[in-house]
């Protein structure tokens, strides 16, 4: 719990959330799918082109020298934060969706016809379209893991699936609809008894959750900085060494080459053998302020608050007649601050309208998981997911805008 005065200055540290929208101060509830930057962040966006300025690893002189440092700063202290073995099994990449695609594309000369893929029922499109892809180009299959209606996996499903045909399991570590948080580590254990790879969508977790990748003892593990409070276009994807060492790269130019003739090319060590061409250099740097900031509140003090601003929520939306929230409402120990809900059979993106108008900045539709919607047998839901920055009184904001949106609607 934030005392009052302890949230106001976290709040002033977000410049953003004094913007009124439609004259009404905005209500940003929208953190699934990107949190708001704190000042520091911003701030070291144009302290590195005032700055520093220069492309990293190639040049010798002064400034590339000093982006290059602080481009593997970043490394390491993401390397700390995930507690990974060693720095260079952090590669930098566009975010969540490319590190999934990089692997998908990296191991597929491991795939086979008749070979097995697992992912789960509640995945994200990004963890679902590379392996049909993948499945596609090489006769293997794509198996989906069940749930239940309150959100979580069937294990014993699971158990039924994993075969010594399944060469990955690729499963969400935290449900970008639901926020169900599932038994990875016990994924992770029973897919490696049958040899198969484990990748894990981190892209929710390290705003939430303290990540230990050699606890977890996953073979890859995806997430993007947007998502915790850092920039856009920015990612990476951690990856046993070992495992890293012996997979092909993904793209192929400058800077991931030991040695280039017209007859042969030597590839470099990692991790720059998966980081062709020049990488978001700015954004990688800036990304290091984003987690001074995680780490100067306290990635627990931020978790329980999130949990009863979640608490919260559940409690007061619950009360609204015809509400239909989905996945687990009652126990939070499984569940990250993420809610998604309709309105009796309002369509999602009418009550999101008015929400909008009223500065409310929810996430409606698809959620990038038409399976799950299917699973439930909706077209699209609407979702609310809270940040360290969120109120107490913006979820009384939005719990009288879903009443207004009723009444307006309703009367058609
Ligand atoms: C946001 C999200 C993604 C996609 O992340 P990008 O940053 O858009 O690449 C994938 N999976 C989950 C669970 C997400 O929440």
Redesign the pocket.
């Known amino acids: 719990m934030f005392s009052e005065k302890e949230i106001q200055k976290i709040r002033k540290q977000f410049p953003i959330l004094k913007e009124k929208i439609y004259s009404n101060p905005l209500i940003y509830i929208d953190n699934?799918?990107?949190t708001q930057k704190p000042l520091q962040v911003i701030q070291a966006i144009q302290k590195y082109y005032f700055t520093t300025n220069a492309n990293v690893h190639r040049g010798l002189h002064y400034l590339s020298q000093k982006a290059t440092n602080q481009v593997e700063n970043t490394r390491k202290k993401i390397q700390k934060f995930i507690h990974a073995k060693y720095s260079s099994e952090i590669i930098f990449t566009?975010?969540?969706?490319?590190?999934?695609n990089l692997v998908a594309s990296s191991i597929s000369y491991l795939i086979k016809k008749g070979d097995e893929i697992l992912i789960s029922c509640i995945?994200?499109?990004?963890?679902i379209v590379p392996w049909q892809i993948i499945c596609k180009k090489k006769g293997a299959i794509l198996k989906i893991i069940p749930i239940y209606n309150n959100g979580y996996l069937k294990l014993r499903d699971f158990e039924f699936l994993i075969s010594k045909k399944t060469k990955i399991v690729s499963i969400?570590?935290?449900?970008?609809v639901l926020g169900i948080i599932n038994p990875i580590k016990y994924i992770i254990k029973k897919s490696h008894e049958y040899g198969a790879l484990v990748l894990i969508?981190?892209?929710?977790s390290p705003s939430n959750l303290h990540l230990n990748m050699q606890d977890l003892n996953t073979d890859f593990y995806?997430?993007?900085a947007?998502?915790m409070y850092g920039p856009?276009g920015i990612?990476i994807l951690y990856g046993k060494k070992k495992i890293l060492e012996t997979i092909c790269p993904y793209q192929f130019g400058g800077e991931m080459i030991k040695n280039v003739s017209f007859e042969k090319t030597t590839y470099s060590d990692l991790p720059f053998k998966f980081e062709a061409g020049t990488p978001n250099i700015e954004g990688i740097i800036v990304w290091s302020s984003a987690i001074d900031f995680i780490e100067k509140i306290g990635l627990s003090k931020i978790q329980s608050y999130k949990k009863e601003l979640l608490s919260y929520a559940i409690q007061r939306l619950s009360t609204i007649d015809g509400i239909q929230l989905y996945g687990e409402i009652k126990d939070f120990s499984k569940k990250s601050s993420i809610i998604s809900f309709n309105l009796n059979k309002l369509h999602c993106f009418d009550v999101g309208s008015i929400l909008d108008r009223l500065g409310i900045t929810v996430r409606t539709g698809h959620l990038?998981?038409q399976p799950l919607m299917n699973f439930f047998k909706v077209s699209g839901m609407i979702r609310a997911s809270f940040s360290v920055y969120n109120t107490f009184k913006e979820i009384d904001y939005l719990f009288e805008g879903l009443l207004k949106a009723k009444k307006l609607l309703l009367k058609y």
């Open positions: 699934a799918a990107t566009k975010g969540t969706t490319e590190s999934i995945e994200h499109h990004s963890n969400s570590h935290i449900s970008n969508d981190g892209a929710q995806v997430f993007s947007h998502k856009t990612g990038c998981a």
